[in-house]
């Protein structure tokens, strides 16, 4: 199982943290759930299934729904906000509480030693996914992807030629 990810959308993307990205899947999914509950935009329903995948199972990137019409896209931006502002109100998160999270079928979410996951590099993600479905995602130095990691800075890596 990879450490990395590859978030994409429409031909942009960044590299993530397996961990980052799939706390913050978490929390998205969370939104949505309430969303879909609240507004009946059952067309979330395929892209939750989907980012519960990509949680249990990060090895094939995180593929954003290129197929969205510009409304669509605009509720996952909220989304996203949405589960950022969460991320951060709730704090830090033991690896124990991590364990006990089931997002695709009974797969546990991996740590990799993490305890506790901070939730500022988990919420700096999430804002960096809005970004990118927003078309505002800062263009990375030349040669080189934005890395999300779960370190207190966002580095670069170089891209392969």
Same mark, same amino acid.
């Given at each position: 199982?990879?450490?990395?990810?590859?978030?994409?959308?429409?031909?942009?993307?960044?590299?993530?943290?397996?961990? +980052?990205?799939?706390?913050?899947?978490?929390?998205?999914?969370?939104?949505? #759930?309430?969303?879909?509950? *609240?507004? *009946?935009?059952?067309?979330?329903?395929? @892209?939750?299934? !989907?980012?519960?995948? #990509?949680?249990?199972? %990060?090895?094939?990137?995180? !593929?954003?729904?290129?197929?969205? =019409?510009?409304?669509?896209?605009?509720?996952?931006? /909220?989304?996203?906000? #949405? +589960? /950022? =502002?969460?991320?951060?109100?709730?704090? @830090?998160?033991? +690896? %124990?509480?991590?364990?006990?999270?089931?997002?695709?079928?009974?797969?546990? /979410?991996?740590?990799?030693?993490? @305890?506790?996951?901070?939730?500022?590099?988990?919420?700096?993600?999430?804002?960096?996914?809005? @970004?990118?479905?927003?078309?505002?995602?800062? /263009?990375?130095?030349?040669?080189?992807?934005?890395?999300?990691?779960?370190?207190?800075?966002? =580095?670069?890596?170089?891209?392969? *030629?």
């Amino acid at each position: 199982m990879s450490k990395t990810l590859f978030v994409e959308y429409r031909n942009a993307g960044f590299w993530a943290s397996d961990v +980052a990205a799939s706390v913050f899947l978490k929390f998205l999914i969370e939104v949505a #759930n309430e969303h879909i509950l *609240q507004n *009946q935009d059952e067309w979330l329903n395929d @892209d939750i299934a !989907h980012w519960r995948f #990509n949680a249990g199972v %990060s090895d094939c990137g995180l !593929h954003l729904n290129n197929e969205w =019409k510009p409304s669509q896209t605009e509720v996952v931006i /909220v989304l996203c906000r #949405n +589960a /950022v =502002k969460r991320i951060r109100e709730n704090g @830090d998160i033991p +690896a %124990s509480e991590v364990a006990t999270w089931r997002l695709f079928n009974d797969l546990e /979410v991996c740590t990799r030693g993490f @305890d506790p996951i901070p939730c500022e590099p988990v919420a700096r993600l999430g804002d960096a996914v809005a @970004d990118l479905l927003n078309n505002t995602l800062p /263009v990375a130095p030349h040669g080189h992807w934005w890395f999300y990691t779960l370190d207190n800075e966002v =580095k670069t890596i170089a891209k392969k *030629q």
